[in-house]
Each structure stands twice: as structure tokens, then as C-alpha cells.
């Protein structure tokens, strides 16, 4: 069982920052892809990032391609998603997620564990 807690959201301005960050209670973190996942009122979860487990590759929607940034610190058993250049098509709540598929992927199925989420508000 994986848990975890996400952190960092809040209010920004477009063309602003912010870093959020999910630490997981597992002690096989290093076993795991992980990966940030956003909805936004009405619509449906979709993808943002993602890192396998060894920390390569990564992935990333095509609407935050460099823009976004994931990273991973199996020390602290945190994973990152460092945002920058907002935009208010960025408001959403942001999920981590965590899940033991052969190399990292979009699809949201693959990914058993899920934290709460952290909001994410961005003012144009």
C-alpha cells in the first residue's frame, strides 16, 4: 500500500510559478513510476507528467511540454512538478500517482495509488 500526499498548490498569476511536490509512505519508492495527473471543473483527469521509476524517461502532455518539469528524489521519497509560465488554462487540482506498469505512461489505469490532490488556481 502507497500513500500519498501532495503539496504546493495555490495561487499564481499567469506567467507565474509554482512547484508542487508528493511524498510517498512506502519504503519501495524506488519501485515505483510516478506520475501528476490535473482535472479542471467539468472536465476529465487528464495527464501532465510523468517519470519511471529509475528517474528516465519522462513524459510530458504536449500542452505543458517546456513548460513543466518532473522530477524525482528517492532519498526523500518525493516526487516534483516544477510549473512555469502559467496560464489560467493551468487551473485545474493536481494529483500524484504511483503505479508499477513495465516504463511509465499516460494512461491513468496503470497508476493504483493516488493522492488528494492540491489545488492550483491561476489568474489571468
Known amino acids: 500500500q502507497v500513500q500519498l500526499v501532495e503539496s504546493g498548490g495555490g495561487l499564481a498569476q499567469a506567467g507565474g510559478s509554482l512547484r508542487l511536490s508528493c511524498t510517498a509512505s512506502?519504503?519501495?519508492?524506488?519501485?515505483?513510476?510516478l506520475a501528476w495527473f490535473r482535472q479542471a471543473p467539468g472536465k476529465e483527469r487528464e495527464f501532465v507528467a510523468g517519470?519511471?521509476?529509475?528517474?528516465?524517461?519522462?513524459l510530458y502532455a504536449d500542452s505543458v511540454k517546456g513548460r513543466f518539469t518532473i522530477s524525482r528524489d528517492s532519498a526523500k521519497k518525493t516526487v516534483y512538478l516544477e510549473m512555469i509560465n502559467l496560464v489560467p488554462e493551468d487551473t485545474a487540482e493536481y494529483y500524484c500517482?504511483?503505479?508499477?506498469?513495465?516504463?511509465?505512461?499516460?494512461?491513468?489505469?496503470?497508476?493504483?495509488?493516488w493522492g488528494p490532490g492540491t489545488q492550483v488556481t491561476v489568474s489571468s
Open positions: 500517482a504511483a503505479g508499477t506498469s513495465i516504463s511509465v505512461t499516460r494512461e491513468r489505469e496503470r497508476y493504483a495509488y
Open positions: 517519470i519511471r521509476r529509475t528517474g528516465s524517461p519522462t
Open positions: 512506502t519504503r519501495a519508492f524506488s519501485g515505483y513510476n
